[in-house]
């Protein structure tokens, strides 16, 4: 889960990690309101949105004066703001972040992320910090150091020692550095984050360390543990049909493409959608409907494919196990009967009760394409959506 920088930089102040004095503001007076507490200007402007590059996209702005911050709040509330990180259709700005302006002496980059291949929490740093931090892993990986913490251990003072040095921090600000990123990795393991980033983590002329930026993300499966990170979550941010899936926990992640898709199990839904493409064809979805799934649940992932007009096909692909398939045929009748099915299926299927499976499907009168495996599948929706 995502959540927006102001919200993040309330953990961080509860985590006593210096972030800059503001204000979440949702009206152009509002903003101007919190622009006045802040001692004297430059204020900064800032979007919220659950994406980063808002400063190139036009999201960020620095107001002198508090006319200039109505203007400016005026003109970023309500715009579409298309960064590289929303895509072309952009995203609806609600909300902004007023922040008192720095003296900014050094911008460095700074996050903490998980490693699958070692096992281990991973710092990465950076001297190079501000909005080309993307670039400089692409073209100057060496000018990224990186910090590998046991998380069995936690993080010591030697990594703080290790992370501070690879920044040629001076000594006033590594004094401050070293508290700052051990809070920050407490935070990160508290709240089970999958990753925490600062770009850019500013020195400013006084030598004080702080957090000028800040974006945290969540992992999903250990939510039940923080009912109060729940609190923050905005579905205007998410798409629409990820969140009425989610409400019937169904993992459903929307895409770009024309062929839905409902598969039990995560491996062979990501092996269809990769046959798909093989076929010539473009996944819509991803779409896991589990292995303890019941016709209820395949009913509503039918129609949450179906509600998505890019859809012009639809493979259902199940292996059963401890999803039956006469289970599945069910559901897929149920949702037939309740939905405006406009769109051709093609139903591949195998494993336990399949013949049942495929005699509810024969006699339910729909219009159904039936494959022998799921390269026969996939050829055939290619062929339909194609």
Not at 96 to 116: A, F, M, P
Not at 187 to 208: G, H, K, M, R, W
């Amino acid at each position: 889960m995502k959540i927006h920088e102001y919200q993040a930089k309330e953990l961080f102040k509860k985590y006593n990690i210096p972030i800059p004095e503001g204000g979440v503001a949702f009206t152009p007076d509002e903003a101007d309101a919190v622009a006045g507490k802040l001692g004297g200007f430059p204020v900064i402007v800032k979007a919220q949105i659950h994406a980063g590059g808002r400063g190139k996209g036009g999201g960020v702005k620095l107001a002198q004066s508090s006319d200039e911050v109505k203007n400016i709040a005026g003109e970023i509330l309500g715009m579409n703001l298309v960064t590289h990180q929303t895509g072309p259709e952009g995203r609806l700005v609600k909300k902004l972040l007023v922040e008192q302006g720095l003296n900014i002496e050094k911008e460095l980059y700074l996050s903490i992320v998980t490693d699958r291949e070692t096992a281990k929490n991973v710092i990465m740093a950076s001297e190079a910090g501000g909005m080309d931090i993307e670039e400089v892993a692409a073209k100057t990986p060496e000018k990224i150091i990186k910090v590998f913490v046991d998380p069995l251990l936690g993080i010591q003072p030697y990594h703080c020692r290790e992370t501070a040095f690879g920044l040629n921090l001076s000594p006033a600000a590594m004094k401050l550095f070293h508290p700052m990123l051990r809070n920050l990795y407490n935070l990160f393991a508290d709240y089970d984050c999958s990753l925490l980033e600062i770009n850019p983590l500013v020195i400013t002329a006084e030598q004080t360390v702080i957090a000028l930026d800040a974006k945290v993300n969540f992992d999903d499966s250990a939510l039940f543990r923080h009912k109060d990170i729940m609190e923050y979550r905005d579905v205007d941010e998410e798409d629409p049909l990820e969140v009425e899936a989610s409400k019937y926990n169904l993992n459903y992640i929307n895409l770009d493409g024309n062929v839905g898709n409902m598969v039990n199990g995560a491996g062979l839904a990501m092996a269809t959608m990769d046959i798909i493409k093989f076929a010539g064809a473009e996944p819509a979805n991803f779409l896991d409907v589990g292995g303890g799934a019941n016709a209820e649940m395949v009913e509503n992932g039918f129609r949450i494919i179906l509600s998505d007009k890019n859809v012009k096909g639809i493979l259902i692909n199940i292996f059963g196990g401890i999803l039956r398939c006469d289970v599945l045929a069910e559901g897929v009748v149920q949702a037939a009967k309740k939905a405006d099915i406009n769109v051709p299926v093609v139903v591949r299927m195998e494993g336990t009760n399949v013949e049942k499976g495929r005699q509810i499907l024969a006699d339910s009168g729909l219009n159904l394409t039936t494959a022998v495996d799921l390269k026969d599948a996939a050829q055939k929706v290619a062929e339909i959506v194609n």
